[in-house]
C-alpha cells in the first residue's frame, strides 16, 4: 500500500517539477557602478575685484641717505585663464591697482625730510598651481608696474612709472561653478627711481583678499 502512494506521489510531483526546470534561471546580482563625486575644474577665464593692505620701503642712496617705511590701502581688479591639467593647473593674470602707500623719513645730513608715495601698482604674471578638488594652492611670479612719487622739504619732486618684478602665492576657493574667493601675497620690486642727486629704490609687499567670476566653467559643482 505505502509503494502504491508513494509511486501516485511521484507520477503527480512530475509535471510540476518539469514545468520548474522550464523557468528561466535568475542572473546574479549586478554591483551598481561606484559613485563618483564630481571634481571641481579650474579651466577657463575668470574676472574679479580685489582690496588689502601694503607696507614697504624706499630706500634713498647716493647724496641721500636713509630710507622712508612705507604702508596704507589699494584696491583694484584681476584678469586671468586657467587651464587644468589633472590636479596640475597654469595660468596668466593680470591686475591693476589703486593705492595710497606712502611714508617719510629724515633723508641727508642736513634737516630735511623725503616723503615716497606709491600711486598705483600693476602686474602682469603666471600662475602654477595644485587643485584639490575645490581649493586652488598656487605660487605666481611676472612682472611688475607701479607709479611712486619722491619728494623732499627742499622742494625737490619727481613722479616716475616704475617697471620691476612680482612674487608670491595664494589660495583660492570655489562657492560654486563660477564664484570663488582667495587670499593672496604678493611681493612688487618697483627698482630705483632717479630722484635729483640721489636715487630711491622703492619695494612693496601686499596681502590681498579678492573674489573671482569664472565664465561658463564646465563644472558639476557639490560642495
Known amino acids: 500500500m505505502f509503494k502504491k502512494i508513494l509511486a501516485g506521489s511521484v507520477f503527480l510531483l512530475a509535471p510540476a517539477a518539469a514545468s520548474a526546470a522550464d523557468l528561466p534561471r535568475r542572473s546574479a546580482a549586478v554591483a551598481p557602478a561606484p559613485y563618483a563625486a564630481p571634481v571641481f575644474a579650474w579651466s ?4 574679479g575685484v580685489n582690496a588689502g593692505y601694503a607696507w614697504g620701503e624706499s630706500n634713498f642712496s647716493s647724496g641721500r641717505t636713509g630710507g622712508a617705511d612705507m604702508d596704507g590701502w ?17 595660468g596668466l593674470e593680470g591686475n591693476l591697482n589703486w593705492a595710497d602707500v606712502n611714508g617719510s623719513a629724515v ?3 642736513a634737516p630735511q625730510t623725503c616723503s615716497s608715495k606709491v600711486n598705483w601698482l ?3 604674471r603666471a600662475r602654477a598651481g595644485f587643485a584639490a578638488n575645490n581649493i586652488l594652492f598656487y605660487g605666481t611670479g611676472g612682472f611688475a608696474f607701479g607709479g611712486v612719487k619722491l619728494t623732499d622739504t627742499a622742494g625737490a619732486s619727481n613722479s616716475d612709472t616704475r617697471v620691476g618684478w612680482a612674487a608670491g602665492a595664494g ?3 570655489a562657492i ?8 593672496e601675497y604678493l611681493r612688487y620690486d618697483l627698482g630705483k627711481e632717479t630722484f635729483g642727486s640721489a636715487s630711491a629704490k622703492s619695494n612693496v609687499d601686499a596681502a590681498k583678499l579678492g573674489v573671482n567670476y569664472r565664465f561658463g566653467s564646465p563644472v558639476a559643482a557639490r560642495f
Open 44 to 47: 577657463g577665464p575668470y574676472a
Open 74 to 90: 589699494l584696491a583694484g581688479a584681476q584678469l586671468g585663464y586657467n587651464h587644468q591639467m589633472g590636479s596640475f593647473v597654469l
Open 107 to 109: 633723508c641727508s645730513l
Open 122 to 124: 600693476g602686474s602682469a
Open 171 to 173: 589660495v583660492e576657493y
Open 176 to 183: 560654486d561653478r563660477n564664484w570663488s574667493v582667495k587670499a
